[in-house]
């Protein structure tokens, strides 16, 4: 993560995006241990067991809904990406050819968006 004035870069993100399969309270309470913001939605099956135990179910996640929609893009571009055979199987045997193909199929689909 790139730093703004002098120093080392950063190696801590501000917040993390994820699915609802990491909504689990072990992961919350690890990120929230090292300063991380978990924008993590709750799942349904959760929210139901909080309100079922009443005032001892705890309180609601933080969420915050403008921030998980960014995770939109990203899982949309991996989609992208897995339409090429070749990355979605990993047929190459070199790290470096690997790379090359993805960015390869990245200026491909970016071509493509452009000239839609």
Known sequence: MPRI???RARTRPN??????AY???TNRTLLHA???EAVIAEPDDQKRNRLRRGSRGGRPVSFDAEKYKGRNVV??????LKQWRALATRYDKLA???RASVMLSAVCIWLKQLAD
């Open 75 to 80: 899982e949309r571009s991996f989609a992208a």
């Open 5 to 7: 004035g002098p120093g």
């Open 23 to 25: 909504s689990s309270k």
């Open 96 to 98: 470096l050819t690997y």
């Open 34 to 36: 090292r300063g991380i």
């Open 15 to 20: 917040a993390v995006l994820g699915d609802k």
